[in-house]
């Protein structure tokens, strides 16, 4: 197949180049400015539409097995792929069992192997209540399998608990020599619990209804600067294996930058305050909690200049009653983005002039690519690679809309954003999986369930 004409966005350029592309056995083949097609190959003709390599969203909870009435991989990768996202990695702490153990992840694949409609990968966990099985054998076997490791600070779970800052030193040494990426929610425990303590007796103190600015407070600023400075502290000495996900507070990402970690941000981070919880109450609800305004300006701008790597969703959708308990402490915590985050960057990062086009990419597909080993086959236009791409009518807009999504949540604080351009079609690996179908959004997924496939480190 060529795609003819289409303005492409490749590394090493800050503007879009028209160039036609060749698309042969999965792979990128050929990019030039003129391509002669072959007899019987198919021909696209792009002209006036934009080329983008394939999103990555290194962060998502498709919950499956276990946790699948909120989410579940089907779902979860038609979001992602009506989105532009071509590759999830898939966080293990939010399936039953959590993937702590080899045989648990073998279970995990058996029942979602066959199910997602893009190309995956997965992360195992280090649980606080598994630490010792962990270090002394689970975390080796599982290292072949995935493209990192995931552990908290502070959990709500009681399946997979937060590990205390002298595990996660033992566990960060463990991961290092197992050439993985150790993956770390930095909220700090010894703020984040008795901050919520004294949230909730304040509210009852006061004999009144508990607030959004209750929540806020129970999870305080201070809870990620504590833990990024005890993170980078504990790993000292390590390099290249500490990545802070959901970044949501400015000093926080100073600081892990300044001291070599990497981490990520969410579009929720770049685009609400604290301030927005008046008018989207439990739609806006996750943890670490959007902070206030001001932050998010200058995570836009350490997005810009590479301090953050990239933008992941945290997908994590919950139904209606979920997120509608009754109370703010009992809502549930999570939004579900993977769709709407490559609009959302493309729209507010790269149109609006926030973010270079080479800045677009970093934090859509290139650094994620890179940091957890998929760079040799994922992750930019070129030939030699993955046909994973996203065709987008920059003339075109998109109005969010929760229940188009095609996840099993619809609840998005994204609900009613118009954003500049429109995606048209996402491939994976040389096959549309999603065309757009406005007066139908499901019809639009065109894959085959199960067509996407397990990604592992040193993909090519
Ligand atoms: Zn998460």
Same mark, same amino acid.
């Given at each position: 197949?060529?795609?003819?004409?289409?303005?492409?966005?490749?590394?090493?350029?800050?503007?879009?180049?028209?160039?036609?592309?060749?698309?042969?056995?999965?792979? /990128?083949?050929?990019?030039?400015?003129?391509?002669?097609?072959?007899?019987?190959?198919?021909?696209?003709?792009?002209?006036?539409?934009?080329?983008?390599?394939?999103? /990555?969203?290194?962060?998502?909870?498709?919950?499956?097995?276990?946790?699948?009435?909120?989410?579940?991989?089907?779902?979860?990768?038609?979001?992602?792929?009506?989105?532009?996202?071509?590759?999830?990695?898939?966080?293990?702490?939010?399936?039953?069992p959590p993937v702590t153990t080899l045989d648990n992840l073998k279970e995990k694949l058996a029942v979602m192997g066959g199910h997602s409609v893009i190309d995956y990968g997965l992360y195992a966990g280090v649980s606080g209540n598994h630490i010792e099985q962990a270090l002394a054998g689970d975390m080796e076997k599982l290292a072949p399998e995935v493209l990192g490791f995931k552990c908290y600070f502070v959990s709500g779970m009681d399946t997979f608990t937060a590990v205390d800052h002298y595990n996660f030193g033992r566990a960060i040494a463990k991961a290092a020599a197992l050439k993985r990426p150790l993956l770390l929610h930095a909220e700090d425990a010894g703020v984040v619990l008795p901050a919520t303590k004294a949230a909730k007796e304040r509210a009852q103190t006061e004999d009144r209804e508990p607030s959004w600015d209750d929540y806020v407070a129970s999870r305080p600023e201070a809870a990620e600067r504590v833990a990024a400075a005890a993170a980078?502290?504990?790993?000292?000495?390590?390099?290249?294996?500490?990545?802070?996900?959901?970044?949501?507070? *400015?000093?926080?990402?100073?600081?892990?930058?300044?001291?070599?970690?990497?981490?990520?941000?969410?579009?929720?981070?770049?685009?609400?305050?604290?301030?927005?919880? *008046?008018?989207?109450?439990?739609?806006?609800?996750?943890?670490?909690?959007?902070? *206030?305004?001001?932050?998010?300006?200058?995570?836009?701008?350490?997005?810009?200049?590479?301090?953050?790597?990239?933008?992941?969703?945290?997908?994590?959708?919950?139904?209606?009653?979920?997120?509608?308990?009754?109370?703010?402490?009992?809502?549930?915590?999570?939004?579900?983005?993977?769709?709407?985050?490559?609009?959302?960057?493309?729209?507010?990062?790269?149109?609006?002039?926030?973010?270079?086009?080479?800045?677009?990419?970093?934090?859509?597909?290139?650094?994620?690519?890179?940091?957890?080993?998929?760079?040799?086959?994922?992750?930019?236009?070129?030939?030699?690679?993955?046909?994973?791409?996203?065709?987008?009518?920059?003339?075109?807009?998109?109005?969010?809309?929760? *229940?188009?999504?095609?996840?099993?949540?619809?609840?998005?604080?994204?609900?009613?954003?118009?954003?500049?351009?429109?995606?048209?079609?996402?491939?994976?690996?040389?096959?549309?999986?999603?065309?757009?179908?406005?007066?139908?959004?499901?019809?639009?997924?065109?894959?085959?369930?199960?067509?996407?496939?397990?990604?592992?480190?040193?993909?090519?």
């Amino acid at each position: 197949m060529i795609i003819k004409n289409a303005h492409c966005a490749l590394p090493g350029h800050e503007r879009l180049l028209k160039r036609d592309l060749r698309v042969k056995d999965e792979k /990128i083949c050929a990019i030039a400015e003129s391509l002669v097609p072959e007899a019987g190959e198919e021909l696209l003709d792009a002209a006036g539409l934009e080329l983008y390599p394939g999103a /990555i969203d290194p962060h998502v909870h498709f919950n499956e097995p276990g946790f699948t009435h909120h989410e579940d991989f089907y779902h979860g990768s038609m979001a992602a792929a009506r989105g532009g996202v071509t590759t999830v990695i898939d966080m293990p702490c939010t399936s039953l069992p959590p993937v702590t153990t080899l045989d648990n992840l073998k279970e995990k694949l058996a029942v979602m192997g066959g199910h997602s409609v893009i190309d995956y990968g997965l992360y195992a966990g280090v649980s606080g209540n598994h630490i010792e099985q962990a270090l002394a054998g689970d975390m080796e076997k599982l290292a072949p399998e995935v493209l990192g490791f995931k552990c908290y600070f502070v959990s709500g779970m009681d399946t997979f608990t937060a590990v205390d800052h002298y595990n996660f030193g033992r566990a960060i040494a463990k991961a290092a020599a197992l050439k993985r990426p150790l993956l770390l929610h930095a909220e700090d425990a010894g703020v984040v619990l008795p901050a919520t303590k004294a949230a909730k007796e304040r509210a009852q103190t006061e004999d009144r209804e508990p607030s959004w600015d209750d929540y806020v407070a129970s999870r305080p600023e201070a809870a990620e600067r504590v833990a990024a400075a005890a993170a980078l502290t504990l790993a000292q000495g390590i390099e290249g294996t500490l990545h802070v996900v959901h970044v949501g507070t *400015a000093e926080a990402a100073e600081l892990l930058s300044k001291g070599g970690a990497s981490c990520e941000t969410c579009p929720h981070y770049l685009a609400f305050s604290s301030e927005d919880f *008046a008018a989207k109450g439990s739609s806006l609800k996750t943890a670490p909690p959007v902070k *206030a305004s001001g932050h998010a300006q200058r995570l836009w701008a350490m997005l810009a200049d590479g301090r953050i790597a990239f933008v992941t969703s945290d997908h994590a959708p919950a139904s209606y009653a979920e997120k509608h308990s009754g109370s703010i402490w009992t809502d549930y915590g999570g939004i579900p983005g993977t769709g709407t985050v490559f609009p959302y960057l493309y729209s507010e990062g790269y149109r609006a002039g926030r973010l270079s086009l080479s800045a677009l990419l970093r934090a859509t597909s290139g650094a994620a690519a890179r940091r957890f080993g998929l760079s040799g086959g994922k992750g930019s236009l070129e030939p030699g690679k993955d046909a994973d791409f996203i065709l987008v009518d920059p003339n075109a807009s998109y109005t969010v809309r929760g *229940a188009e999504l095609l996840s099993k949540g619809s609840i998005t604080p994204f609900e009613g954003m118009k954003l500049q351009g429109k995606i048209l079609a996402t491939y994976v690996r040389g096959r549309p999986v999603w065309k757009a179908n406005d007066a139908n959004p499901a019809a639009g997924i065109v894959a085959k369930v199960g067509y996407g496939k397990q990604l592992t480190w040193g993909y090519q």
